[in-house]
């Protein structure tokens, strides 16, 4: 008999004060375009491979952001994903740690991290 939960996460939901302006910024880091349905008044669903990650401004409050990265995005190049995020103005909280990661805020406070794997 297969176990009833699978060891498999389907979908990340990141707390968002402004669905519309989250969804913006989020599609442009990502290079994903920004079409899609906003569903219910407060849900986006990135187009993402793998994990899923939903934008939700119903959840949202100063207290539900991440203090630290819940998990992180994935990178071939970690020099040229920081110098990118750089020039895209986003708020770094770490340098290159280890030539492997770094840590950074996004509009909300959000901390998430991008990682080379």
């Known amino acids: 008999m297969a176990h009833p939960i699978q060891n498999k996460i ?36 990135l187009p993402m491979e793998g994990t899923g990650i939903v934008l939700d401004s119903k959840i949202y409050s100063v207290d539900n952001i991440f203090k630290n990265p819940a998990f992180h995005l994935n990178t071939t190049d970690i020099e040229e994903a920081f110098q990118f995020m750089k020039s895209k103005g986003v708020t770094l909280v770490t340098d290159i740690e280890h030539e492997h990661y770094f840590n950074f805020r996004d509009p909300d406070g959000n901390m998430l991290m991008v990682c080379k794997c």
């Open 10 to 45: 389907g979908t990340v939901f990141i707390p968002v004060s402004n669905i519309e302006k989250a969804r913006d910024w989020y599609c442009d880091i990502l290079g994903v375009d920004a079409f899609g349905e906003i569903q219910f008044g407060h849900l986006f669903v």
